[in-house]
């Protein structure tokens, strides 16, 4: 069983960046794809980027490609997401993810966070 506790969010102006972080309990964090999805009020859960295994295959939302950068630290068992040049429609709960084998971009996800309330005031 894989826990995931995200932490980072917070309130930020626009332009702004934050760091969120993704922590998980494990020994096989190594072994998991993980992803970070959001959901704004009113809205559906929506893909936001994977990292596999590795850090050798990452794929972004357009949404949020070229302002998203998605990285992890297997030693740490700790995946990120680095958050830059923040609009308000970045707003929502930010959740992080872990599922076997490859990365996916629906939320075919077998462990999920808490979340984490992300807040971008123009």
């Known amino acids: 069983q894989v826990q995931l506790v995200e932490s980072g969010g917070g309130l930020v102006q626009v332009g702004g960046s934050l760091r969120l972080s993704c922590a998980a309990s494990?020994?096989?964090?190594?072994?998991?794809?993980m992803g970070w999805f959001r959901q704004a009020p009113g809205n559906e859960r929506e893909f936001v980027g994977a990292?596999?295994?590795?850090?050798?295959?990452?794929k972004y939302a357009g949404s949020v490609k070229g302002r998203f950068t998605i990285s992890r630290d297997n030693a740490k068992n700790t995946v990120y997401l680095q958050m830059n040049s923040l609009k308000p429609e970045d707003t929502a709960v930010y959740y992080c993810a872990a599922r076997k084998r490859f990365i996916s971009d629906t939320d075919d996800y077998d462990h999920w966070g808490q979340g984490t309330q992300v807040t971008v005031a123009s």
């Open positions: 494990g020994r096989t964090f190594s072994t998991y794809a």
């Open positions: 990292i596999n295994w590795s850090g050798g295959s990452i």
